[in-house]
Structures are given as C-alpha cells and as structure tokens.
C-alpha cells in the first residue's frame, strides 16, 4: 500500500506561482514513475507531467516552458514548480504513482486557482 499526502495548492492571480508536493508513504520500494493530473472544472482529467526514478520528464504541451516536476532526495516526494500561471491552468491537481507490477495509487487532490 502506498499513500499520498498533497499540500500546496490555492489562490493566486494570473503570472504568479504555486509549488504543490506530494509525499508518499508506506511501499515506497514499490514506485515507479511520479505523476502530476490535473481536471479543470467540466473536464476530463488530464497528464501535466510525469517523472520517473531515473529522472526522466515528460510534460503536457500547454505547460512547457512554465511547470517543472522534481522528485525529493528520497524518491518519495514529488514537486510541481508552477511559475506564470494563467486562468486556464486552474483545477483540482492530483498526484498519481505508478507502482512496479502492483497497483496504481492517486492521491486526494489539491484545488489549484488562478485569477486574472
């Protein structure tokens, strides 16, 4: 069992910056690859970016170049870096761990909203 803790989301105007972190508990030998999802309101749920226990990155084309993810030291924790944020980037954001041949785990959800 793997459970995850969110924390950093809330209100911010348009060009600002929010860092949201989840911390993972329990099976951590188990993880594989480190997610952030995002469902902005009347939408599907949708990849923002992903990383994996090597490092590597893939990102959603609309957060390029603004959203970094990171992991922690330890490898269970993971970090969205969100800078010059925009309307459209607001939703509930979810932190999703993948496992190696076990279950998949998404955590509770942090709101995430961006004035203009």
């Known amino acids: 069992q793997v459970q995850l803790v969110e924390s950093g989301g809330g209100l911010v105007q348009a060009g600002g910056s929010l860092r949201l972190s989840c911390a993972a508990s329990?099976?951590?030998?188990?993880?594989?690859?480190m997610s952030w999802y995002r469902q902005p309101p009347g939408k599907q749920r949708e990849l923002v970016a992903a990383?994996?226990?090597?490092?590597?990155?893939n990102y959603a084309d609309s957060v390029k170049g603004r959203f970094t993810i990171s992991r922690g030291n330890t490898k269970n924790t993971v970090y969205l870096q969100m800078n010059s944020l925009k309307p459209e980037d607001t939703a509930v954001y979810y932190c999703?761990?993948?496992?190696?041949?076990?279950?998949?785990?998404w955590g509770q959800g942090t709101q995430v909203t961006v004035s203009s």
């Open positions: 329990g099976s951590i030998f188990s993880i594989n690859v």
């Open positions: 999703y761990v993948k496992t190696w041949g076990g279950p998949d785990y």
């Open positions: 990383i994996t226990g090597g490092g590597g990155t």
